[in-house]
């Protein structure tokens, strides 16, 4: 590999421990060309501003040449660039522009499944005895015309999609558009390792990779058991999807996905300071898998489950049980926590119902993000407090949306595009864009925040900056002292530093009392607290640090 392409980055094979990520959707990050929809020469025109956020990496959602069907998580072909982002050139420039600016640069791994239009479906769909006839998952029908087994997809409806031409079924978790890969085969597996090689020797950092535990499907194509109601949840899937009525034992989640994530965690190797991480979309059993995914120093660096991504609001109790589920489930593992993505409803709405400061409520949840055991990713706008975009029906490109509306709005409302400035769209491009941009969404653009210290963006750059000055937030071990009521305690211990760190997690002033020992406290966070006598005093959506001996 071309070692110039590393850039000012300083080896490091632990960078990823810590390390606070700044995901980037491409088609509303920033549009150079006046198309209506972001693209690469944008994101290099738009790095600085995650430079001085003081993120460590960029993670970049899908670039590969698409029929967009699911906005690039449809790959036509897994080693181009769609026009419509730009091209390998403008690919080489943004890792060049990101590694000067000390950023290092993951991107989205789709390959559970491709595109019917990939050139390797088109082929294995010709005929049932061509050189690719067995690279997906073909079935066929049972004597009465149906399907093998009752799997569902997670866009709706059954998981098997008919194919004329070859007259079987093949395999779709998603779209029908999406045809799933035969991970069995080994060609289909040594063939998606060169496709990481491609991007490794292009200068990459690493990977997210998308539905990790859906690589896998069950060879003897058993039916999935019903999930009791009790047990269901809408941790990965919306209430309305009867996906969610399933056990998930056969369709994904299967054991023989450990070796494969072998095979790919000795590609990595052969490369310097690469790390991935994992999309573990289980409602059951999602921190487990992403222990497994990450023990033995053989698999993936980090891996994240859904927990901190479903509807159920936070408080102290739900954070503390499942920092310690994760410990518990993966006790060699690391995790990645997010609070928001390009999936789910921002989290300022989706946890800020009723909530009249949502901008204080958003610099507690940093900060709270931030502190945690485990590495850090921001979804782009977070940083601003942006709200879900509540779209029109007509306004909608998102599949999944349009198939459960209005039940369920779908991902559109997360992925309006960025706001830069307080023109007509926001900075984003001279033309209109692809979705709409909110006029709520104005005020609270980078621009506007920039000149504004009380702001949320200056106080997540203000909060990431104090977190770099002690390491025990990034690398320590985390041990909780408060979570019964209003206010989440716990301490980040490293070395000889031992930090505590308080969260008032309500509306409403709080007061904790003081530990044990000889309190530092620390400042620069931009949190304010007090303390009195023996009780720390906690504003609403407050927070206190403090170096104790």
């Known amino acids: 590999m071309n070692q110039t392409l590393r850039g000012n980055l300083v080896p490091d094979a632990d960078w990823w421990r810590g390390a606070v990520i700044y995901q980037i959707y491409p088609r509303s990050y920033q549009d150079s060309n006046g198309d209506g929809v972001g693209d690469l020469k944008g994101i290099t025109g738009r790095l600085s501003h995650i430079a001085e956020l003081g993120a460590d990496a960029i993670w970049i959602s899908p670039f590969f040449k698409s029929p967009m069907k699911d906005f690039g998580y449809d790959v036509s072909n897994y080693i181009d660039i769609d026009p419509i982002f730009g091209t390998i050139a403008d690919f080489d420039a943004m890792i060049e522009e990101a590694h000067r600016l000390k950023l290092r640069v993951m991107i989205d791994l789709v390959i559970s499944h491709t595109s019917d239009q990939h050139p390797w479906f088109i082929e294995s769909s010709a005929s049932k005895d ?14 009465d015309g149906t399907p093998p087994n009752n799997w569902l997809s997670i866009f709706g409806g059954s998981a098997w999609a008919w194919d004329p031409g070859r007259c079987q079924y093949y395999l779709h978790n998603f779209l029908t558009s999406q045809p799933d890969l035969n991970f069995h085969n080994p060609d289909v597996q040594n063939a998606l390792l060169d496709v990481a090689r491609f991007w490794l020797e292009r200068g990459v950092d690493g990977f997210r990779l998308d539905t990790i535990n859906f690589y896998f499907h069950d060879k003897e194509l058993r039916s999935n058991p019903g999930l009791p109601p009790e047990r269901r949840n809408a941790n990965t899937a919306p209430a309305v999807n009867p996906y969610n009525h399933q056990e998930h034992l056969y369709d994904k989640n299967r054991p023989e996905n450990l070796e494969f994530l072998k095979r790919l965690r000795a590609v990595m190797n052969d490369y310097q300071d690469i790390a991935a991480v994992g999309e573990v979309g289980d409602s059951q059993r999602g921190l487990e898998i992403a222990g497994e995914y990450t023990s033995g120093g053989d698999k993936m660096q980090m891996c994240y489950a859904f927990e901190f991504l479903a509807p159920e609001k936070l408080n102290p109790k739900f954070v503390a049980d499942v920092q310690r589920a994760f410990e518990t489930a993966a006790p060699e593992g690391w995790a990645c926590w997010a609070f928001s993505n ?72 997360c992925r309006t595009p960025m706001v830069w400035d307080g023109s007509n769209f926001g900075g984003f491009s001279t033309a209109k864009p692809w979705l709409p941009v909110p006029p709520e969404h104005l005020p609270l653009s980078v621009a506007a925040e920039a000149g504004d210290e009380a702001s949320v963006m200056k106080q997540y750059a203000r909060f990431l900056a104090f977190r770099k000055e002690h390491p025990a937030f990034a690398k320590g071990e985390i041990a909780f002292t408060l979570e019964d009521g209003a206010v989440l305690g716990f301490e980040r211990k490293l070395g000889n530093e031992t930090i505590v760190c308080y969260f008032n997690m309500s509306s409403g002033p709080e007061t904790v009392a003081k530990p044990a020992g000889t309190l530092e406290t620390l400042t620069g966070h931009g949190f304010e607290a007090s303390v009195t006598g023996e009780q720390i005093v906690l504003p609403a959506w407050g927070a206190f640090f403090a170096r104790v001996q």
Not at 130 to 143: H, L, M, S
Not at 354 to 378: P, Q, V
């Open 342 to 413: 390009h999936d789910v409803v921002r989290h300022i709405t989706r946890w800020g119902d009723g909530i009249s400061d949502k901008h204080g409520y958003a610099k507690m949840l940093n900060a709270l993000l931030l502190t945690l055991r485990g590495s850090a990713c921001i979804y782009q706008g977070e940083e601003l407090g942006l709200p879900e975009a509540d779209l029109q029906f007509e306004d909608l490109q998102d599949p999944y949306g349009i198939q459960f509306w209005p039940e369920f709005k779908g991902r559109d409302g």
């Open 130 to 143: 061509n050189e690719k006839a067995d690279w997906y998952v073909w079935v066929d029908p049972k004597d």
